[in-house]
């Protein structure tokens, strides 16, 4: 039930092959598959508790698959030792379905942590300062430099995050549910700022949702993720018209 | 029967796992990069914070404990050795348990719901996915730090719970401010102060570690946060009779008690 393009496969700058994920016997993820092409926003959706966090988690090696491969940008991360994966993860921004944001540090702390990780890349101090203050601007959030994470709302907290995590201009962008608990509005702000920064940055983005009219305006092709596996890909306009009563019953509700 | 059997059995995983978590901090520790800013940051922080408790407790422990034994001295026409004993019992036992205890309530549990609230708000797996080894960042900085700052604690809460007591033998006895503490470093000697030290950094090192290790594997969920906290508390609290009974018994061994 697949609709692959032909693309060269250096275009393919994340590759997951036969992922499989148990939790005792709870079988999450069967077998899954994905390429993640240059500078396209791939959607993969599926209902809550169907593995698409736990996929993510083995994608960025916060936790182990059982067996499987993952390449990002043509290296398996199962097979990186620890120094190897750090290095690989400043190419990799998380967006985290609860922002994440460092509750004892500021704005400005939260965003100057990853830069001061990975200091080799800035070593200037200015040029550091001057860093948070544009990652700031392009969320619009440049006055809330030197607040706490508690003193902004849920959509601010997602805004900061997400300067956060493009702060040292990674190649591949991993959203986990970006509009979750937010309301219509703020969620239509966040897309359309991932629209925003996608095109600035030509990231390659990765987006979890389950949340249609997110995957409807940001999907460039989509993956429905069912029973563990790659059911079904396409782009929106596919799967949404699929005959297929799982996918139809899933664009139903 | 059966019930017991998986309490103990929860129990005695709980020891491996502290003693894996343990020795991962051992390891951790001595390899680069070392995070001596959030070390110094968290030094300041719980020594700071915890300062004024410590003080207050010493200070009313000094004027409880002269209070209270004075009469009985009394009767035996030996009040004068009162600084001898109050010093020696508060550097000796009273003054690093009591500390401890009163840390393993400010500090662990604050770290048992510090650490693991960021585990359940997914800020270690940001902090691991940013580059950084958040058991480093967050687990080795906060031991050493406790175990740092306790002994400095231990001795300042000393320091002030023997002025209570002084100022008991002043309203009491007439007894002068240089007498008192004449009396009182003429009574101790080293086989006092020394095993009393020592013993302070393994209770700083065992707040520290079951803090830690409560927060890191905390469970989902605000309960989690909270059971974290509270468990970390009971279980040190636990640790630190245990420790204190074995550095007696060594101290026994090479002092001479």
Known sequence: ?253 | MRKIKAQLDLFLIEIGDLTYFTSRFFKETFKRPFEFKELLNQCYSMGNKSLLLVAITGFIIGLVLTLQTRPTLMEFGAVSWMPSMVSISIVREIGPILTALVCAGRIGSGIGAEIGSMRVTEQIDAMEVSGTNPFKFLVVTRVLAVTLTLPLLVIIGDAVALFGSFLVENVKGNVSFVLYFNQVFNSLEFGDIMPATIKSFFFGLAIGLVGCYKGYYCKKGTAGVGKAANSAVVFTSLLLFIIDFIAVFVTDIFFDL
């Open chain 1, 1 to 253: 039930m697949t609709n692959n393009k032909q693309i060269p496969t250096q275009d393919i700058v994340l590759e997951i092959k036969d992922l499989r994920k148990s939790f005792g016997d709870n079988h999450v993820l069967n077998g899954f598959n994905l390429q993640l092409h240059q500078s396209e926003n791939l959607v993969i959706m599926g209902k809550s508790g169907s593995g698409k966090s736990v996929m993510i988690k083995c994608l960025v090696g916060l936790m182990e698959a059982d067996s499987g491969s993952i390449s990002v940008m043509h290296n398996d991360i199962t097979k990186l030792d620890q120094r190897a994966l750090d290095i690989l993860r400043a190419d990799i921004g998380f967006l985290f379905q609860g922002s994440a944001l460092y509750d004892s540090m500021t704005v400005r702390e939260n965003l100057e942590f990853p830069l001061r990780r990975h200091s080799k890349r800035f070593k200037d101090d200015t040029n550091r300062d001057a860093i948070v203050i544009e990652a700031l601007e392009n969320v619009g959030l440049k006055d809330a430099i030197d607040l706490m994470p508690a003193e902004l709302s849920g959509g601010m907290q997602k805004r900061v995050a997400l300067a956060r995590a493009l702060i040292l201009k990674p190649k591949i962008m991993l959203y986990d549910e970006p509009t979750s608990g937010l309301d219509p509005i703020t969620a239509k702000e966040i897309i359309m700022l991932m629209q925003v920064i996608q095109k600035k940055y030509g990231t390659s983005s990765l987006i979890i949702t389950h949340d249609v009219d997110c995957a409807r305006v940001i999907s460039d092709r989509m993956i429905l993720l069912i029973d563990g596996i790659d059911y079904a890909t396409g782009t929106f306009a596919e799967l949404s018209t699929h005959k297929d009563p799982k996918i139809k019953a899933f664009f139903k509700n």
